[in-house]
Nanobody, 137 residues
């Protein structure tokens, strides 16, 4: 069974830095796009940063230059996905989810309550349980 487990969330002040991590294990596909999504209070889930199977990364406009997505696949059985968040702002407050899919997806993926969808319209499919980031002074 595929397992995605996020860690690193917490309460920080505006301007602080925070690093989220997600361990992805038992992933059954040879191709993987991976990314971070977030759901602010009362809003729909939205993409934040994505790293495709070929290593290209893409970011939501509002986090470009502040957030960095990285992937560590040194262990063939486990991939660790990181999101380095610098200069966080109150609008970054949300539950952050990591996601993985054999289908390409981007930071502007269409999301419903059921799932978010890749560039070919297929659901992303694999999600963690989420970690809360709260930014306030």
């Amino acid at each position: 069974q595929v397992d995605l487990a996020e860690s690193g969330g917490g309460s920080v002040q505006p301007g602080d830095s925070l690093k989220l991590s997600c361990t992805i294990s038992n992933y059954p596909h040879t191709k993987a796009s991976m990314g971070w999504f977030r759901q602010p209070p009362g809003k729909e889930r939205e993409g934040v940063a994505v790293i495709l199977d070929d290593g290209r990364s893409f970011y939501r406009n509002s986090v470009q230059g502040r957030f960095t997505i990285q992937k560590d696949s040194r262990d063939s059985r486990i991939t660790t996905l990181h999101l380095q968040m610098n200069n966080v702002q109150p609008d970054d407050s949300a539950v952050y989810y990591c996601a993985a899919s054999p289908n390409d997806f981007g930071p502007f993926s269409y999301c419903t309550k059921a799932d978010c969808y890749g560039t070919d319209g297929r659901p992303i499919g694999y999600w963690g349980q989420g970690t809360l980031v709260s930014v306030s002074s």
